[in-house]
């Protein structure tokens, strides 16, 4: 989830632009949570910035593909709705 939330063309498109429709991997991963009937939730909505604003800030000036403090932040409140709804029995 992290890498596709992440991910966007040009930043790493070997993960994001499918060289085939069947690889796609929002699809693919609707397909495996129908399999195995389980909700499938897209939080990419909550993700509207620049990708590279919510990786981690290495020492050395990179960025680590893991969230950082914004990532976690965004992340969290994409997720919010659907916890408290299953929380309060919705």
Same mark, same amino acid.
């Given at each position: 989830? %992290? ?14 632009? +499918? ?7 929002? $699809? ?10 389980? $909700? ?16 981690? +800030? ?6 680590? +593909? ?5 990532? %976690?932040?965004?992340?969290? $409140? ?9 929380? $309060?029995?919705?």
């Amino acid at each position: 989830m %992290t890498r596709f939330t992440t991910s966007t063309t040009g930043w790493y498109p070997w993960l994001t632009v +499918p060289a085939h429709p069947d690889h796609d991997p929002r $699809e693919r991963l609707a397909r495996a949570c129908r399999a195995a009937r389980v $909700e499938c939730l897209d939080p990419s909505a909550g993700f509207p910035e620049d990708p590279r604003s919510y990786l981690a +800030p290495r020492r050395d000036g990179r960025l680590d +593909p893991h969230y950082g403090r914004s990532g %976690t932040r965004a992340y969290g $409140e994409a997720l919010a709705p659907r916890v408290a709804a299953i929380l $309060e029995g919705r």
